[in-house]
């Protein structure tokens, strides 16, 4: 199945019919990073990291921006970084395909460079370091806010 392309032009542009069909045609080309926050303080400790996640697509691009934030008894740490993934041809990704996507691949993309951002910035600001759990597969279930971005317990 084909879509017009948005400036209505009379290229076609193909839709991608599954996670596989769009993995097949990307690649992991930078990981962005928006916020390394650490501040020493007293707060009261969160039982778990927060994870709120976003996704951007354009043309040959897909950019999934996911924040942890994080809170000891002695520090506030937040982190905010990408993947982005450059497609080899503009696509068509259906909301549910991308989703699948962002929830399988995307944060699992990311999430490494996130658990390490912030156990470098508890070490900078001389507080113990979090022990961040592991990201399993189906943990992250995204649904839509007000804002356009996602959040989930972690």
């Known amino acids: 199945m084909t879509a017009p392309t948005p400036s209505g032009d009379s290229a076609e542009v193909p839709e991608v019919q599954s996670v596989q069909d769009l993995l097949d045609g990307l690649e992991l080309t930078e990981v962005r990073t928006y916020l390394l926050h650490a501040e020493r303080g007293s707060y009261e400790a969160l039982d778990e990291a927060r994870i709120s996640v976003a996704v951007n697509h354009e043309d040959t691009s897909v950019e999934v921006r996911c ?4 809170t000891g ?8 970084r990408s993947a982005v993934f450059t497609l080899k041809r503009p696509v068509v ?3 549910p395909i991308l989703a699948e996507f962002v929830e399988k691949v995307g944060v699992m993309t990311v999430y490494p460079y996130l658990r390490e951002g912030l156990f470098s910035l508890a070490l900078n600001l001389g507080v113990a370091p979090p022990v961040i759990g592991l990201m399993r597969a189906g943990t992250v279930r995204l649904t839509a806010d007000p804002n356009g971005s996602a959040d989930e317990a972690r």
């Open 67 to 70: 924040r942890l934030t994080t």
């Open 73 to 80: 008894d002695d520090c506030e740490l937040a982190i905010d």
């Open 93 to 95: 990704i259906p909301p």
